[in-house]
């Protein structure tokens, strides 16, 4: 574990490196802050969402090292040294990458909550396998909870995607 | 037959994309819990840890001492107002005064530097109970000698209703055949994933409040009301709202802590639920227990029906006699008969308050109808879908309550939904274990009243060109909850004025900036905001228009058009405007842009406005209660589902629905479609999967998404929305009608009936798990043996 320091409250803070969408964050931080908090608190990045937080919704879904992982239910120690992406990483600038495209185009989201999960649950997927079947979509963003759309425009969003990559 | 006008619009019936398609895709859009004010403290709830009791002391002092803590406040630092829908029904404090009422009800609030000292602080207040008997069903609400959770509500009874138009038991006698069948619908919860939350930020003798609301006005209007304020002191906003479905109109009293804190503490504060706090919050579909009983002729006609609805209501009211109401109210909407009896009653009980959830106390009623009919129309020998075809109200028809119904077309929808489905070739015929069922529904468009008595208009809007006409604001207080408002309101707007889509742009949900909407509740953004809108764009274009033949005169051009007008003055009237471009409609080569024309007006005259206004008017039905079930138009579904059961587990399998909704002019069918999707998801796990439970103490045992289980992408099957071209409603702005809570009312009937084909015995309690379907089955055959 990296350098830590104690705090005048007698709490001992871990200083951490974190690598998220290409641009390195060094922060002192308990050992209890979840990755989530880290994420949004600390960095700003308020675009990955707080649903459940007991990794039932997948509203907090970001890629730790390219794999999708539930943000609340990771410490922030945990990304120590390691790359995060999140849903603002996902597109170049104001270069949407294909599958918010695509999400736009099929109406793949309505209120827009589980959306930043959603997509980066779905990048992941294509990163892995770029012709998933389409089981292999919906097995994808089983973790992924949406109220809104009943994922039916959500799975042809992915899989036009993966059509056009 | 209904005439349609031609509807050869530009942006009204195009799948555009949505307004605000780039900030949810990219992690932009904000909502309520993302925002953040220099300063800001976090708050939460004291919530009561017992069901039912006098709070006998409360001891705030050791929290008080934690370093961190900014504030605590309970009842006796707030006002004790109470507040709810209806004045006789005001049973509800920001904070318990004597008693708590349930587990989870509101104590007081806390607010710190940060969440980790809110939390800790929570721990150390203690609450000192004198526990009262508690009372968590209608059977134990109902009981002699039963707990009293209110004075005021002696038997528990919150609610009563008595519906009494024709005779029934006259038509009964005349019958061929009568049925009765008692069915039961779960407690339900909306299951939108963004939890609750407000920022309270007080300045001098203003307020401004950040919440994620599906209603801006009926929230400033509140608290106004309880905080002794004026309205135009109290400024509230809309975020980005992560759906509402109904669970985002009662208050959670998050606001007036936030408010209230942040008065105290000279700092901003953000107030916010956790995920089993959102669920404690409740507010969402009541359990009922329906009784229904029917006479028909031998062709299958409705003579009469007499129903018997109690609700079981949790410890407040809310909403929850709106819920009462739509429990019977629209029956007979749906279907045309002429003796129709109905009987409500909802109790109060001592767990979390039930309220409005998607389709408004209708869809559980529909639910049992929809069995109960396809129970009746198998013991004739009749085809359900026949059964509802002979039954369905047609156009231009009154209801026996006076409801005046325009555009209807549920014949239609039975017709389009048998043939697409393959139901003739299906139903009857499918192997054991495979089933398909019908279900028919449909909602308001909108309520007939506001929620407190006023003359306000319904909804006003407002249009404001910029300067150099490069941009239109949209102005309403409608509220986007995902639905699309935005997106939609923007349609009509640009259709409207003649503009172009992509140059318009929508401040919503801000009482300050925006203009009247009572919000985003039964359904009635679309018409009713739509009709402001409409109209604010029509005097957009007509001041343009007018700019416009100033501006052809000088210039000279009207020459190049002057053949077909002669000697008289060029008038409004021979020009149009057309995706911003306004042009002489006989010689549209004599033209200029809306741009130029708009910067002219705002160069000669100001700012260039348009103004609309929506009142329904007055509207059918007389009878007490007659305000729950009035609209200015009705929306018509039928869907069908076919699924498969597992005779050996009992597990289902959903595999195949089909929507048609008679929704009238669908102005964004990308939209439109997407609302089917999603009512079908949330009515399909309504039906298998989801219900709300307590133990023996009223504690809630699945407040969260693992407990409460919601159909994953692997549980949803493909859903074929369709719509009916000859809907077309004369009561809608361009003939719109609703489509996002009358396409949830049919499924769970749809769903009832597709597993009651497949495994051939009747289930008559929601949700129907497997076990349930499983323990059936083997009961079946114990039977047989």
């Known amino acids: 574990m990296s350098n830590s320091v104690i705090g005048k409250d007698g709490v001992k803070r871990y200083l951490i490196t974190v690598n998220v969408n290409g641009s390195e964050y060094t922060k002192a931080v308990k050992a209890n802050v979840l990755l989530v908090n880290f994420l949004r608190e600390e960095l700003d990045l308020t675009g990955t969402k707080k649903g459940c937080e007991l990794g039932d919704c997948g509203c907090c879904t970001i890629m730790l090292d390219g794999k999708p992982i539930n943000s609340c239910l990771a410490l922030a120690v945990e990304a120590d040294g390691r790359e995060v992406t999140t849903i603002e990483g996902i597109a170049d600038?104001?270069?949407?990458?294909?599958?918010?495209?695509?999400?736009?185009?099929?109406?793949?989201?309505?209120?827009?909550?589980?959306?930043?999960?959603?997509?980066?649950?779905?990048?992941?997927?294509?990163?892995?396998?770029p012709n998933p079947t389409e089981y292999q979509v919906r097995e994808a963003i089983a973790g992924n909870l949406c109220r809104c759309t009943g994922y039916v425009n959500i799975v042809k969003a992915v899989l036009d995607a993966a059509d056009e990559k | 037959m209904q005439k349609i006008p031609k509807r050869d619009y530009s942006y009204v019936g195009k799948s555009l994309d949505r307004n605000d398609s780039f900030t949810k895709t990219t992690g932009r859009a904000q909502y309520t819990a993302d925002l953040k004010f220099p300063n800001m403290l976090y708050g939460k709830l004291i919530r009561s840890t017992v069901a039912h009791a006098r709070i006998k002391n409360i001891?705030?002092?050791?929290?008080?001492?934690?370093?961190?803590?900014?504030?605590?406040?309970?009842?006796?630092?707030?006002?004790?107002?109470?507040?709810?829908?209806?004045?006789?029904?005001?049973?509800?404090?920001?904070?318990?005064?004597?008693?708590?009422?349930?587990?989870?009800?509101?104590?007081?609030?806390?607010?710190?530097?940060?969440?980790?000292?809110?939390?800790?602080?929570?721990?150390?207040?203690?609450?000192?109970?004198?526990?009262?008997?508690?009372?968590?069903?209608?059977?134990?609400a109902t009981k002699e000698g039963a707990p009293q959770i209110f004075e005021?509500?002696?038997?528990?009874?919150?609610?009563?209703?008595?519906?009494?138009?024709?005779?029934?038991?006259?038509?009964?006698?005349?019958?061929?055949?009568?049925?009765?069948?008692?069915?039961?619908?779960?407690?339900?919860?909306?299951?939108?994933?963004?939890?609750?939350?407000?920022?309270?930020?007080?300045?001098?003798?203003k307020l401004t409040i950040y919440c994620s609301t599906q209603t801006v006005h009926y929230l400033q209007y509140h608290l106004a009301r309880v905080l002794g304020m004026k309205m135009g002191d109290?400024?509230?906003?809309?975020?980005?709202?992560?759906?509402?479905?109904?669970?985002?109109?009662?208050?959670?009293?998050?606001?007036?802590?936030?408010?209230?804190?942040?008065?105290?503490?000279?700092?901003?504060?953000?107030?916010?639920?956790?995920?089993?706090?959102?669920?404690?919050?409740?507010?969402?579909?009541?359990?009922?227990?329906?009784?229904?009983?029917?006479g028909v002729d031998k062709n299958g006609k409705i003579l009469g029906t007499k129903a018997k609805i109690m609700l079981e209501g949790g410890a407040y009211t809310g909403l929850g006699i709106a819920s009462t109401y739509y429990a019977g109210s629209l029956l007979n909407i749906l279907y045309d008969f002429e003796n129709y009896k109905f009987d409500a009653y909802r109790y109060v009980t001592n767990l979390p308050p039930c309220g409005a959830q998607r389709g408004h106390g209708q869809p559980q009623p529909r639910f049992a109808f929809e069995h109960h009919i396809d129970l009746i129309a198998e013991a004739i020998g009749m085809d359900p879908i026949e059964f509802r075809i002979v039954n369905a109200r047609k156009a231009n028809t009154e209801t026996l309550?006076?409801?005046?119904?325009?555009?209807?077309?549920?014949?239609?929808?039975?017709?389009?939904?048998?043939?697409?489905?393959?139901?003739k070739e299906k139903r009857g015929k499918l192997p054991v274990g495979r089933g398909i069922g019908v279900g028919n529904g449909g909602f308001v468009t909108g309520a007939g009243f506001c929620q407190y008595r006023t003359d306000l208009p319904h909804s006003v809007g407002m249009i404001k060109i910029y300067d150099d006409g490069t941009q239109a604001f949209v102005y309403s207080q409608a509220v986007d909850i995902g639905q699309g408002s935005d997106t939609v309101l923007l349609q009509m707007a640009a259709e409207a004025m003649g503009y172009p889509y992509e140059q318009c742009k929508m401040y919503a949900g801000d009482t300050d900036l925006s203009t009247l909407d009572y919000g985003a509740y039964a359904s009635r953004q679309t018409l009713m905001a739509g009709w402001a809108i409409k109209r604010a764009g029509e005097e957009v274009k007509q001041k343009i228009l007018e700019q416009a033949v100033e501006m052809i005169r000088e210039s000279g051009k009207v020459k190049e058009g002057w053949a077909y007008i002669g000697n008289?003055?060029?008038?409004?009237?021979?020009?149009?405007?057309?995706?911003?471009?306004?042009?002489?409609?006989?010689?549209?080569?004599v033209n200029l842009t809306f741009e130029e024309v708009a910067r002219r007006y705002f160069v000669t005259k100001g700012v260039l406005i348009g103004r609309g206004w929506y009142h329904p008017g007055n509207l059918g039905g007389n009878h007490k209660g007659a305000a729950v079930g009035t609209s200015p138009a009705?929306?018509?579904?039928?869907?069908?589902?076919?699924?498969?059961?597992?005779?050996?587990?009992?597990?289902?399998?959903?595999?195949?629905?089909?929507?048609?909704?008679?929704?009238?002019?669908?102005?964004?069918?990308?939209?439109?479609?997407?609302?089917?999707?999603?009512?079908?998801?949330?009515?399909?796990?309504?039906?298998?999967?989801?219900?709300?439970?307590?133990?023996?103490?009223?504690?809630?045992?699945?407040?969260?998404?693992?407990?409460?289980?919601?159909?994953?992408?692997?549980?949803?099957?493909?859903?074929?929305?369709?719509?009916?071209?000859?809907?077309?409603?004369?009561?809608?702005?361009?003939?719109?009608?609703?489509?996002?809570?009358?396409?949830?009312?049919?499924?769970?009937?749809?769903?009832?009936?597709?597993?009651?084909?497949?495994?051939?015995?009747?289930?008559?309690?929601?949700?129907?798990?497997?076990?349930?379907?499983?323990?059936?089955?083997?009961?079946?055959?114990?039977?047989?043996?």
């Open chain 1, 93 to 129: 600038g104001d270069e949407l990458d294909i599958v918010q495209e695509k999400f736009i185009e099929h109406g793949a989201y309505q209120c827009g909550f589980c959306t930043p999960g959603m997509i980066v649950s779905s990048r992941a997927l294509l990163n892995e396998n």
């Open chain 2, 59 to 140: 001891d705030t002092s050791e929290a008080e001492k934690l370093p961190g803590v900014k504030a605590v406040i309970t009842a006796k630092d707030v006002p004790s107002m109470r507040y709810g829908l209806s004045p006789a029904r005001f049973d509800e404090n920001i904070f318990c005064v004597d008693k708590v009422r349930f587990y989870g009800d509101k104590i007081g609030a806390v607010c710190a530097v940060d969440e980790e000292t809110v939390y800790k602080a929570l721990k150390l207040i203690k609450v000192e109970y004198e526990e009262l008997p508690a009372v968590f069903s209608i059977e134990e």
């Open chain 2, 152 to 205: 005021e509500y002696p038997g528990n009874v919150n609610t009563e209703i008595h519906h009494n138009f024709g005779d029934v038991d006259e038509a009964f006698k005349n019958a061929y055949y009568v049925r009765t069948d008692r069915l039961v619908g779960q407690r339900c919860y909306h299951a939108f994933i963004e939890n609750h939350c407000s920022i309270g930020s007080w300045n001098g003798n």
């Open chain 2, 234 to 294: 109290i400024r509230v906003v809309k975020t980005n709202v992560g759906g509402g479905f109904g669970g985002k109109i009662d208050l959670t009293g998050l606001d007036f802590s936030a408010a209230i804190l942040s008065k105290i503490t000279g700092q901003t504060v953000k107030m916010f639920y956790d995920h089993e706090e959102t669920f404690l919050n409740g507010r969402g579909r009541h359990p009922m227990d329906m009784e229904y009983t029917t």
């Open chain 2, 401 to 423: 309550a006076g409801y005046e119904v325009k555009s209807y077309n549920l014949k239609a929808a039975n017709e389009m939904a048998r043939d697409v489905s393959g139901w």
């Open chain 2, 568 to 589: 008289r003055e060029l008038k409004t009237e021979d020009l149009d405007c057309k995706e911003g471009i306004v042009f002489m409609k006989q010689e549209p080569h």
């Open chain 2, 634 to 785: 009705y929306s018509s579904a039928t869907q069908i589902a076919e699924v498969k059961v597992d005779m050996e587990t009992g597990q289902i399998e959903c595999v195949d629905t089909w929507d048609v909704h008679d929704s009238g002019t669908i102005v964004n069918p990308k939209l439109f479609h997407g609302q089917v999707h999603g009512a079908f998801y949330m009515g399909i796990g309504e039906t298998i999967w989801e219900e709300v439970r307590f133990d023996e103490k009223g504690k809630l045992l699945n407040g969260n998404f693992a407990e409460y289980r919601l159909p994953t992408a692997l549980d949803m099957p493909p859903v074929e929305s369709l719509t009916l071209d000859e809907s077309w409603e004369p009561n809608g702005p361009y003939g719109v009608k609703e489509v996002g809570e009358g396409a949830t009312t049919p499924t769970m009937g749809a769903v009832a009936n597709a597993i009651y084909d497949a495994m051939g015995v009747s289930i008559t309690e929601l949700p129907i798990t497997y076990e349930k379907v499983w323990r059936a089955l083997k009961d079946k055959e114990k039977n047989k043996k």
